[in-house]
């Protein structure tokens, strides 16, 4: 039997990266799984890498439409289910001086209203006994250059963490949170297009990091699936999957 036989899941922002992969270690369990993206270029991708038997929906994670569209979306193909993975996010990486309105926008928008959202819009199709996990950062604990507007975001999810899981115990569902520090995703190449930046930002993390390297992908998605179906007695939490960068 797999391990994750019978069981539904959404993973919000799934179509690459921490989603992607956990998306994958799911199905490969035996899970239904559906993700969503807002690139079109991602969401092919994703349903190549993914197959025939993931559901791949585009839904912009900051749009209150498509959220609305997308809980109609999981109930038509679902009806209930027992994961919701709050994982789509963007960065802004800049000096504070430096971060225009447009850029805070966006970012609080994806980031902090796109989640809050899309759990109260969800949290009514998680059966009893399900849980949900927020992606948060250590950006949220640490004071980080060029990451005023993106820590922000990420204190705020880590706030909600807490909020929704006392609302949503009655209901025996469960709220935690996965916090990575500097993990191996495209997220850079697409911040950073020039490459010789993303080498020497990421040797920087490497060399600051107490283990002295990046996280893998897979590293987050098994901490993501341990808050989800393991962690039986526990809520309101926050697990640092950073290389002890937080901690030490």
């Not at 993973?11 to 998306?23: D, E, K």
């Not at 929906?57 to 027992?82: E, M, P, R």
């Not at 950062?137 to 004071?143: D, L, P, Q, T």
């Not at 060399?207 to 962690?231: C, I, W």
């Amino acid at each position: 039997m797999n391990r994750y036989d019978g069981k539904k899941v959404v993973v919000i922002g799934g179509t690459s990266g921490i989603g992607l992969t956990t998306a994958k270690m799911l199905l490969a369990g035996g899970a239904r799984v559906l993700v969503t993206g807002r690139s079109q270029a991602g969401l092919e991708s994703a349903q190549k890498e993914l197959g025939e038997d993931a559901l791949v929906v585009a839904s912009d994670a900051g749009s209150l439409t498509d959220i609305d569209a997308l809980a109609t979306h999981v109930k038509d193909a679902f009806g209930s289910f027992d994961l919701l993975f709050v994982n789509a996010g963007v960065g802004v990486f800049a000096p504070f001086e430096h971060t225009t309105e447009a850029m805070y926008d966006d970012v609080f928008n994806v980031n902090t209203k796109g989640a809050f959202f899309a759990v109260q819009k969800l949290a009514p199709l998680i059966h009893r006994g399900g849980s949900v996990v927020l992606t948060t950062a250590i950006s949220n604990v640490k004071g980080m250059p060029m990451l005023a507007a993106s820590g922000a975001t990420k204190a705020a999810l880590r706030s909600f963490a807490r909020t929704f899981a006392v609302e949503l115990a009655p209901r025996a569902i469960r709220v935690n949170a996965v916090s990575p520090g500097p993990i191996d995703t495209p997220t850079w190449d697409k911040s950073f297009p020039d490459k010789a930046t993303v080498a020497h930002i990421t040797r920087q993390m490497r060399e600051a990091n107490p283990m002295q390297r990046m996280g893998t992908r897979e590293e987050v998605a098994k901490a993501v699936l341990f808050l989800a179906f393991d962690a039986t007695y526990t809520t309101g939490a926050e697990l640092p999957v950073d290389g002890g960068q937080s901690q030490l």
